[in-house]
């Protein structure tokens, strides 16, 4: 459970994100299949250039559904349920990835924000994100 504090530090980041999910989550993608080549896998049909409308597509809905959650941090197991039904049931993506999504997450938080982003913001994403993962991932079987 996050903090009044970290909710704040989250909600703070979100704001300079919202209205560009689709840009900022193609440079996500992007970044997690360059660094971690093993988890482009699970995205066969998706291409490599940052304006491949598909990329950018997918970016959008992930980056939307971080959204939900950021307005949903007391409430994730509900709000997250049925992308966590998809992701354990149909996608069955392998949960190790979800460490390496979220370390790309900050590298690309870092770069936009830069000297706005503050150690208190990198811990509360940290926790936030991992929060949202563990909730994606535990209904795996
Ligand atoms: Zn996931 C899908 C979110 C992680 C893989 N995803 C998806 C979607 C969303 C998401 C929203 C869409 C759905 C629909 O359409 O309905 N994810 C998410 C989030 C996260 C994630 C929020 C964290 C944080 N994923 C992940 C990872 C991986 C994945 C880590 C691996 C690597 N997903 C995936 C896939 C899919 C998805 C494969 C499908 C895609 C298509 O279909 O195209």
């Not at 979800?98 to 830069?114: D, K, N, R, T, Y």
Request: proline letters at 4%.
């Amino acid at each position: 459970m996050l903090s009044a504090q970290e909710r704040a530090h989250v909600a703070q980041v979100w704001d300079l994100i919202a209205g560009h999910e689709a840009a900022f989550g193609a440079e996500l993608l992007l970044r997690l299949f360059t660094v971690y080549p093993s988890t482009k896998i699970y995205f066969k049909h998706l291409g490599v250039c940052p304006d491949e409308a598909q990329l950018l597509t997918h970016g959008q809905r992930l980056l939307e559904a971080v959204g939900v959650a950021v307005q949903h941090t007391d409430h994730l197991r509900a709000a997250l349920s049925p992308l966590a039904d998809l992701h354990a049931q149909v996608l069955r993506v392998d949960p190790a990835n979800f460490p390496l999504l979220i370390q790309c997450f900050h590298v690309m938080l870092a770069s936009h924000l830069q000297g706005e982003f503050t150690v208190q913001m990198q811990a509360a994403w940290d926790k936030f994100l991992t929060e949202v993962a563990m909730v994606l991932t535990e209904k795996y079987q």
